[in-house]
């Protein structure tokens, strides 16, 4: 069982920043796409970031240009650097793991969720 172990939330001020961080202790076997998800009070979970095996990325509008996702594969570990945060960037954030056996066949598993609060 693939396990997702994140840290890194917190409260911070508008305008600041945070990193978020969300390693796999064990071995990955397959190629693994990265993401990481946000659920703010009473809205649905939403797509932030992702970050495919060949470090190709996609960022939902509302981050893009502020949130910078990454990984490093020799730590099987994925970051979100969240630069000139908003109150409304405000939620528990998830990273995610979806693990490739093959090109067709693939399961996703999901971190417990940090706390991610912005104050104005």
């Known amino acids: 069982q693939v396990q997702l172990v994140e840290s890194g939330g917190g409260f911070v001020q508008a305008g600041g920043s945070l990193r978020l961080s969300c390693a796999c202790p064990g071995d990955i076997f397959g190629h693994v796409v990265w993401g990481w998800y946000r659920q703010a009070p009473g809205k649905q979970r939403e797509s932030v970031a992702t970050?495919?095996?060949?470090?190709?990325?996609t960022y939902s509008d509302s981050v893009k240009g502020r949130f910078t996702i990454s990984r490093d594969n020799a730590k099987n570990t994925v970051y979100l650097q969240m630069n000139a945060l908003k109150p409304e960037d405000t939620a528990v954030y998830f990273c995610t793991a979806r693990i490739y056996s093959t090109w067709a066949e693939w399961n996703d598993y999901w971190g417990q969720g940090t706390q991610v609060t912005v104050s104005s």
């Open positions: 970050v495919n095996s060949e470090h190709a990325t």
